[in-house]
């Protein structure tokens, strides 16, 4: 094979979507014919949409990218040729747009090297703490206007403040790495691509609030992340760094069961002491009584990876990027229907446009809402695109900030289909202490379920918003006051949709089963007979009708059809057998 | 530390630190509900029933675990505040599968406490059985025998097989120790009470009267009392030796009848109500119902020959070739009536099926074995007198769609008429009040009183058939009992006034599965139901003697064994059921799945019953921080929440001497199983 002798250094991504893409398998081929070039795992850029991503150095410094790259020995020929094949540039939207600082080394350096990390001005940001005092480290993180990055939004400067007023013989702090939303992989991605400057957030946290027990609290569906930060840990161990103030810090992995409350933080404590993950009233707050009784500060995963920079740099700098009450840039998981799902970092008060179209590449005459915050967010639709996207902004909206998933909901899209879906999620995942939560959003999913099923009735609205608003104020944690939100916001911007559900039994974007009939178009049919082939329960018959009373909807003929002659219609615009 | 001043509902309170507010609410005497709370406990914080709203912010919180800040408001008692608990509650009574009462005891016009006296049946204790029969039903010899038994219809047992043959205890009971037991009587009260009518809705009146401390005068137009019980129902179904006995009772709690008396003739509902505290008109329904047909007049009406062969002491004349039209009760009576009077031929036209027909099943089986001949789909035209005989003109019908009674309309098949010979023609139709022109009626005849406290005006109320149209001895007696105590209310001040009940079902029996049945006791008996002891039908055939026997002590109480003690064992003490009535919370208001969780009934004396768990916690809590054995925990999460043990094991026999948990639980999720 040609390799060509430009070629310095090549670097893949390896990180948990790169896997997924086939990374694993084009390393491995890459390195059966690379001879001697130094080949390095990195973490994650962002472009998930790109994966598998080569990055090769060459001689004269430059980089070349290569995305999708094949698991094939061709696919590997062409890279290591520097053929011009899949050659990967960073979309014009997305480079002026995005602002990369927490992120500014996945990607680019090796997760578990310690010393690449350091060689980019890793630790720095720990030296320099220590070498001020706690108050100064606090002041400096309260001057950032950092909030919470895990959806609360809380100053951390001012919980850090709390945390370092108490006097306790044991202090403890908690990384949240319980990334639970689905479709959020924000904190996974740090933890996979650049696991020290996490561990140093927590350091500085230590440091500057007096914790000498360290825990990161991460799910046990992040192997690649927990891998990365045990590594992490015993390089951190054996330069002695977790060594402060003369007082040694235990940092201890938890993994997480996979219950999405323990995202909440006392029911996080609970899991950690070796409880059923069930929230409890506050106060008193962890920072008062937490793990074991003794001051506990609960930091998110982003929020922690942002403190390295800000004490390098300086909390002004890091208050000049973002808006008044939102400082700093955010990552956001991007998702749904649009071209460039992936990983992003923007400065705060960027609108939801910029973000949606811009970067994520969606197009604006197919976009009919983004839901922000996870399951427990909200829909906010595409008229209010020129929101900024701040913790104040988009609370106005009836959604949340969240943690930063993002998720973007095509005009093909159902939103009564939609918030159901959510609610699927959010009523399984209650706890099942208290009672609007369990067995209310549990109601709220069989009236849901109902109307997508064409059974509802007018009156079911009414239920839903009486029942959601009751939810929200009669809940003790996070998840049971969000839980309403896609069902109150959806109802709020999208009433028309759920109005003719119930009303007129049409579902207008004929999504849901009960409310569509599918129909083959005679006239541009080509007879190749896949559909009829290819249907599970034998509706399509030899003379290429779809009959609806079999037709279980499927839709693996619409899929199948070559000539797209096969879609959705109105309920009553199918055929029946025994009528028309 | 300094106290906490806040606000409470508008007054000005303090807190110790670390108080909550629910702490402070309950030395302030304001009485907040809460399920999960408990003192022995560290707080579970999960039922919300106890919300309270800080009124600045806005907030609802649980005011078993908020403690207050200075300078707070808190609202513990608007209608928002009470709308929040009660769907706090109704959400909960949406999951919360159990029966509050037990079916058969719903099911009873009475509510007689059914399964109670059973179970003192099954227990042996006949007496302690009749004196919980007598707290609603005082004529259990007669209902014992006659009655069309709606316990049995919802029996719960019919999901296996045939239900407990409840009416059974009622009537071995009675036959035991009617003449013995004397219930307790309080003094009585100076004022009087007149009831006109001596039938089951008045002989109820004048009974719980007596109970309730005062006296009472019944009239009745007839020469001796009973009513219908006398002159209606047949000396085979209800032998009036029987009835004798169980008026001679009345006599002696000093109740006292004055016959022959008949409103309108020579009782005026003026001077009555002049001369008594109250006046109960319980006339029932006297007047017969028409066939409207050409030469009905030929026809004797049921009810009237009935009374006249009751009169004559079940005796009378071979009546010949018998034809009785209509398919009721009254029908069946004169039908077999007829057959014990010699008749060579009785036949029963109706116009629907037997599956139409109202009378009871059983009557109808009764009378087929007695020769009794059934033309179905049949009805009179006309009636005309040839040889000394009548014809009846009789046409077939056809069934059709459904009518307002919900049974199919029959048609008239043209051409189809045809004619059939008799001696005697009965009409038996239906019955009708015949009221007083000083009675205010319906435009049915039935006097029209108001429905929630059958009050008709000034002191005057009224029940039994005249009410609601003939009915059941077991409904007049409930009707009886409902106007008793309304007087009892009317002429003492106090309140009998029903407080709202609620119950929670598992559900009617025809839509249970025999998965669905939960078994408090291990042995519940899965033999077949006690077999009726007839008399032989020879004997039924041609004599008026009972037709059946009062079956033993040995096979009631192996018949009790049957019975599933469908109740809750919490339904004296359970916290839900008492705030959900406090706050008026539905179990129907909102509805939806509900987790088919199981129970155990493995340990030999405790039983779990997952499925009325309100995942409280409680019984975790209190078997890990008081009795330091950590058996209970909580399993899985969102809906299908549960309490369960290690491993689905059964709860150690030493939880035999503990039950600590049972006696915190809320509800009855966790009980003895002894009931």
């Known amino acids: 094979m040609m390799v060509s002798d430009k070629i310095k250094k090549i670097k893949v991504g390896t990180a948990?979507?790169?896997?997924?893409?086939?990374?694993?398998?084009?390393?491995?081929?890459?390195?059966?014919?690379?001879?001697?070039?130094?080949?390095?795992?990195?973490?994650?850029?962002?472009?998930?949409?790109?994966?598998?991503?080569?990055?090769?150095?060459?001689?004269?410094?430059?980089?070349?990218s290569f995305q999708h790259v094949p698991s094939t020995v061709a696919g590997v020929e062409n890279v290591l040729g520097l053929g011009d094949?899949?050659?990967?540039?960073?979309?014009?939207?997305?480079?002026?747009?995005?602002?990369?600082?927490?992120?500014?080394?996945?990607?680019?350096?090796?997760?578990?090297?310690?010393?690449?990390?350091?060689?980019?001005?890793?630790?720095?940001?720990?030296?320099?703490?220590?070498?001020?005092i706690p108050q100064a480290v606090i002041d400096e993180v309260r001057k950032s206007g950092l909030r919470g990055r895990g959806g609360g939004g809380f100053p951390t400067g001012t919980k850090w403040g709390f945390m370092a007023a108490k006097q306790a013989e044991q202090k403890v702090l908690i990384c949240n790495a319980d990334e639970g939303d689905p479709g959020a992989f924000m904190d996974r991605s740090l933890m996979e691509s650049v696991p020290h400057q996490l561990l140093e957030g927590m350091l500085i946290g230590a440091y500057a609030t007096g914790a000498t027990k360290l825990f990161i609290y991460c799910r046990a569906e992040y192997p690649l992340a927990i891998k990365h930060l045990s590594i992490a840990i015993d390089q951190i161990y054996e330069k002695r760094l977790n060594v402060i103030a003369g007082l040694e810090l235990e940092i201890v992995i938890k993994e997480g069961a996979g219950a999405f409350v323990c995202g909440e933080e006392t029911a996080l404590i609970h899991s950690l002491e070796g409880k059923r993950g069930t929230p409890r009233f506050r106060p008193p707050f962890p920072t008062d009584s937490g793990w074991q009784d003794y001051p506990t500060m609960i930091n998110n995963v982003e929020t922690l990876a942002n403190i390295p920079l800000i004490v390098r740099e300086g909390g002004e700098m890091f208050a000049s990027v973002g808006t008044e009450g939102s400082k700093g840039t955010k990552l956001f998981a991007l998702a749904g229907d649009l071209r460039c799902p992936g990983l992003v970092e923007v400065p705060m008060g960027i609108t939801l446009a910029e973000i949606v179209f811009d970067i994520g590449g969606a197009n604006p005459a197919e976009v009919k809402a983004v839901q922000t915050g996870g399951p427990s967010g909200g829909c906010i639709p595409v008229d209010k695109f020129d929101t900024p996207v701040d913790y104040d902004s988009l609370k106005s909206l009836g959604a949340i900030m969240g943690s930063g998933g993002m998720i973007v909901i095509g005009k093909q899209r159902c939103m009564v289909e939609t918030a159901r879906y959510f609610l699927d999620f959010t009523h399984r995942e209650s706890c099942g202490k208290c009672t609007f939560c369990r067995v209310g959003t549990k109601r709220m999913f069989e009236t849901l379920e109902r109307i997508t099923a064409g059974e509802g009735v007018p009156e079911d609205l009414d239920f839903l918003e009486e029942m959601g608003n009751k939810v929200r104020s009669g809940s003790l944690c996070g998840l049971g006051q969000t839980a309403p939100n896609p069902v109150l916001v959806t109802l709020r911007y999208f009433r028309s949709e759920y109005e003719s559900h119930v009303r007129e039994k049409q579902c207008g974007a004929l999504v849901c089963n009960a409310l569509t009939d599918v129909l083959l178009d005679q006239e541009k049919c080509i007879k190749c007979k896949l559909c009829i082939k290819n249907c599970p329960v034998n509706a399509v018959s030899e003379d290429f009708v779809i009959d609806n009373t079999l037709c279980v909807r499927c839709d693996t003929c619409i899929e199948i059809c070559p000539k797209k002659t096969i879609y959705r219609v109105k309920k009553g615009e199918g055929y029946y057998r025994g009528q028309n | 530390m300094d106290k906490i001043n806040f606000i409470l509902d508008g007054k000005a309170v303090s807190a110790q630190p670390g108080q909550t507010i629910l702490d402070v609410a309950k030395n302030s005497d304001i009485s907040i509900p809460t399920l999960c709370h408990n003192q022995k406990i560290s707080r579970t914080t999960s039922c919300f029933v106890c919300v309270v709203k800080d009124v600045k912010s806005g907030r609802f919180l649980p005011s078993c675990s908020a403690c207050p800040v200075p300078g707070q408001e808190i609202d513990s008692s608007s209608d928002e505040v009470k709308n929040m608990r009660r769907t706090a509650l109704e959400l909960l009574l949406s999951e919360h599968t159990g029966d509050c009462e037990a079916p058969c005891t719903i099911a009873c016009p009475a509510h007689a406490r059914v399964e109670e006296y059973v179970r003192a049946g099954r227990k042996g204790d006949f007496l302690e059985c009749l004196k919980i029969v007598k707290e609603r039903i005082p004529l259990p010899m007669s209902i014992g025998r006659v009655c069309p038994r709606?316990?049995?219809?919802?029996?719960?047992?019919?999901?296996?097989?045939?239900?407990?043959?409840?009416?059974?205890?009622?009537?071995?009971?009675?036959?035991?120790?009617?003449?013995?037991?004397?219930?307790?009587?309080?003094?009585?009260?100076?004022?009087?009470?007149?009831?006109?009518?001596?039938?089951?809705?008045?002989?109820?009146?004048?009974?719980?009267?007596?109970?309730?401390?005062?006296?009472?005068?019944?009239?009745?137009?007839?020469?001796?009392?009973?009513?219908?019980?006398?002159?209606?129902?047949?000396?085979?179904?209800?032998?009036?030796?029987?009835?004798?006995?169980?008026?001679?009772?009345?006599?002696?709690?000093?109740i006292k009848f004055e016959c022959s008396r008949k409103l309108g003739a020579d009782l005026s509902l003026k001077e009555l109500k002049q001369k008594f505290g109250a006046v109960a008109v319980t006339i029932g329904c006297w007047q017969p119902g028409s066939m409207r047909c050409e030469g009905e007049e030929l026809a004797v009406q049921g009810i009237e020959w009935l009374e006249k062969i009751a009169l004559n002491n079940w005796q009378g004349e071979n009546p010949g070739r018998v034809i009785v039209v209509g398919g009721g009760n009254t029908a069946m009576d004169c039908l077999r009536t007829a057959i014990r009077l010699g008749s060579p031929d009785v036949n029963c036209f109706y116009r629907r099926t037997e599956a139409e027909m109202p009378a009871e099943g059983i009557e109808i089986q009764e009378a087929h074995e007695e020769g009794v001949k059934f033309n179905l789909l049949t009805a009179p035209v006309g009636l005309r007198r040839e040889n000394g005989h009548i014809v009846m003109t009789c046409q077939k019908m056809e069934l059709g769609e459904p009518d307002a009674s919900g049974r199919r309309r029959p048609n008239p098949v043209p051409g189809s008429e045809y004619d059939v010979e008799a001696d005697l023609v009965i009409a038996a139709i239906g019955q009708k009040t015949r009221a007083t022109a000083d009675l205010r009626a319906t435009k049915w005849g039935d006097i029209d009183v108001d429905q929630e406290t059958y009050h008709l005006e000034d002191n005057v109320f009224a029940a039994g058939d005249c009410v609601t149209g003939a009915a059941t001895v077991v409904e007049g007696v409930a009707g009886g009992r409902k106007i008793a105590l309304g007087i009892v209310d009317f002429l003492t001040g106090s309140k009998h006034q029903q407080e709202k009940v609620i119950n929670v079902s598992r559900g009617h029996w025809s839509s249970l599965v025999p998965d669905d049945l939960v078994y408090l006791r291990n042995d519940v008996s899965h033999e077949s139901r006690v077999k009726m002891d007839f008399i032989p039908l020879a004997e039924r055939c041609s004599t008026f003697s009972e037709v059946t026997h009062t079956l033993s002590e040995e096979f009631m109480r192996k018949e009790g064994e049957r019975c599933l003690e469908c109740s809750c064992t919490a339904k004296a003490d359970c916290k839900l059921k008492s705030i959900s009535e406090e706050y008026g919370a539905s179990p129907e208001a909102i509805v939806g799945e509900k987790v088919k969780s199981g129970y155990d009934n493995r340990h030999p004396t405790i039983i779990r019953d997952r499925m009325k768990c309100i995942k409280c916690g409680i019984c975790v809590k209190i078997c890990k921080e008081v009795i330091n054995r950590n058996l209970l925990s909580q399993k899985q999460r969102g809906f299908v929440t549960s309490v369960g043990t290690a491993f689905g094991e059964p709860l150690p026999d030493s939880c035999r001497e503990c039950g600590a948990c049972i006696e915190e639980c809320p509800v009855g999720a966790l009980d003895w199983k002894i009931k």
């Open chain 1, 16 to 64: 948990s979507c790169g896997i997924a893409a086939g990374a694993d398998e084009v390393l491995e081929l890459l390195r059966q014919y690379v001879g001697d070039i130094t080949i390095e795992e990195v973490g994650c850029v962002g472009h998930c949409y790109a994966e598998p991503l080569v990055d090769v150095e060459t001689v004269d410094g430059t980089v070349i």
């Open chain 1, 85 to 132: 094949r899949g050659r990967f540039t960073i979309p014009a939207g997305r480079r002026n747009k995005e602002l990369h600082k927490v992120i500014g080394l996945a990607g680019k350096i090796c997760p578990t090297s310690f010393e690449q990390y350091v060689e980019n001005g890793g630790y720095d940001g720990l030296k320099k703490a220590l070498s001020m």
């Open chain 2, 150 to 254: 709606f316990c049995e219809k919802d029996c719960r047992k019919n999901v296996t097989g045939e239900p407990v043959a409840i009416n059974d205890f009622k009537r071995l009971a009675a036959d035991l120790y009617y003449e013995t037991y004397l219930e307790e009587l309080p003094p009585l009260i100076d004022k009087q009470v007149a009831i006109v009518g001596a039938g089951p809705a008045g002989l109820a009146t004048a009974y719980f009267l007596r109970r309730n401390g005062i006296a009472s005068v019944v009239y009745d137009q007839m020469p001796q009392p009973g009513g219908m019980l006398r002159y209606g129902i047949p000396e085979y179904r209800l032998p009036k030796a029987i009835l004798d006995k169980e008026l001679a009772h009345f006599n002696k709690i000093g």
